[in-house]
């Protein structure tokens, strides 16, 4: 019973954003974000990572970035409902085109990796739409009613697949790359034993699996953000990440996993408000 009334309030919250234009829905859930997001337990967080991040900022500066990344996150929770009019209408453009067009004219093989930045979302559109097969996996909701429809609502972006976060799910994306399709997959979540890494100056273990799976299967790496711009529009910026490969294989899997943060650190540096500080990156 408590899944399906569950169940109920999700879909009565996606029929409510259905009923609007894209614009209004993602107006409209950023602003209620916005308005009561900083009310919450997850502001504190949100407010103690990005001054330990962001020092030289003022406290008033860095409280400007927290609103304006809750009203992000308020519009991607929107948009995750519009997914499909938001990949009809053609409401992403690519920074570097020529990237792209030109991993997919070889195949489509590739290694990118998001951070919660702008709308991740819908970072396998791009690839998509130029017939590659980007898969990726994903946290399932505890709720099983909303968790397949969540499911549903992501595979329209994501022509490979898309797979639940577990040992199953690992082995699907393995398979996946070796047989030449692009794996998405998020590079800005904690992992206590993972590969040491830092985060703006602060210990982050990480998981090493992009950085293996592109070096053991030769598959180009980057880094990709899907930026956020006016009117429900966005650009994907991809920044390209050398592979290594010299004796010591755990040094170059530890190498290419701290170069994959310090580009994410970059991009989030260029767009602080797009980011989910409120996350806990740091443990």
Request: aromatic letters at 10%; charged letters at 20%; glycine letters at 10%.
């Amino acid at each position: 019973m408590k899944y399906r009334i569950e169940y109920l309030g999700f879909r009565l919250v996606g029929a409510l954003f259905s009923a609007l234009s894209v614009e209004h829905a993602s107006d409209f859930s950023g602003k209620l974000w916005r308005l009561i997001a900083p009310r919450l337990k997850r502001h504190r967080r949100a407010r103690q990572h990005i001054a330990a991040a962001l020092p030289e900022l003022s406290a008033a500066a860095r409280e400007a970035i927290l609103l304006e990344m809750w009203e992000n996150l308020g519009r991607t929770f929107a948009e995750a409902f519009r997914m499909a009019d938001i990949a009809r209408e053609g409401r992403i453009s690519l920074q570097q085109p020529d990237v792209l067009t030109r991993i997919a004219a070889q195949g489509g093989a590739g290694v990118f990796c998001f951070g919660h930045i702008g709308n991740w979302e819908l970072g396998g559109l791009p690839a998509t739409n130029l017939g590659m097969k980007p898969a990726g996996i994903y946290q399932k909701a505890h709720n099983p009613l909303v968790d397949a429809a969540i499911l549903k609502m992501r595979q329209a972006v994501n022509g490979g697949g898309v797979w639940p976060k577990d040992g199953e799910g690992a082995r699907k994306m393995l398979r996946h790359v070796r047989d030449g399709g692009a794996l998405f997959i998020m590079a800005d979540m904690p992992m206590h034993d993972g590969v040491p890494t830092t985060f703006f100056g602060r210990p982050a273990p990480t998981s090493g699996f992009p950085a293996l799976v592109a070096r053991q299967y030769q598959r180009p790496l980057f880094v990709a953000t899907m930026v956020r711009l006016p009117h429900v529009r966005f650009t994907l910026r991809l920044t390209q990440i050398p592979l290594i490969y010299t004796p010591d294989r755990d040094g170059d899997i530890r190498e290419l996993t701290q170069a994959i943060q310090n580009a994410l650190e970059a991009d989030i540096r260029a767009f602080p408000s797009q980011w989910m500080w409120a996350q806990r990156r740091w443990g």
